[in-house]
DNA sequence: TCCATATTTGACATATTTGACAAGTCAAAT
DNA sequence: ATTTGACTTGTCAAATATGTCAAATATGGA
């Protein structure tokens, strides 16, 4: 798989866990642990950037759910 | 949970998956798309770096597992 | 429409991952 | 003791993730 094609997958489950706990970027900004900005999350979620595992790990509690389960998409990769 | 503590269970699943294969950080660098090198294995084996999900991804597919998978840890994080 | 909120995008600086190579450590075998 | 294999560690440069701010754009409601 494309790197490309991977970093969208990954920022879609990301803005859908999101979307589904009815919170704005900004509120999810606001949970995060340690510095972010809804800069970051928007190209996280638009899959313009190849985030780290902490980060992803970060955004993950923020949204009350296990590192697994973010990454636990719907697509088989 | 601290990000040291994160990256340490993180390259301690790459380890055990990649020892059961029966694989050498050579033989697992070899079958990895694209480049990387020992060093980095090494480096995240150990949690002394943060990798990108894409690396871990090329690493989950050189060890014949899902991304998933990989990330599938004893400890709930 | 207008207004407020939400999101995206650009520009820039900083921090860190990654790739590459060299050198070091360590254990096991001969 | 030397060699061999596996792994670690250091350094360097390049690429890129992240942080911050500002501006532009989109979205939704009154």
Redesign the interface.
């Known amino acids: 798989?494309e790197?490309s094609d991977?970093?969208k997958i990954?920022g879609k489950r990301v803005q859908e866990l999101r979307i589904s706990k009815g919170l704005t970027q900004v509120d999810l900004v606001g949970k995060i642990e340690g510095e972010i900005d809804t800069t970051n999350i928007s190209r996280i979620e638009s899959g313009r950037t190849?985030?780290?595992?902490?980060t992803?790990?970060r955004i993950s509690k923020a949204l009350d759910v296990?590192?697994?389960e973010l990454?636990?998409?719907k697509t088989?990769?």
């Open positions: 798989m790197k991977l970093l990954v190849n985030p780290t595992i902490f992803l790990y296990s590192l697994i990454l636990n998409f088989e990769i």
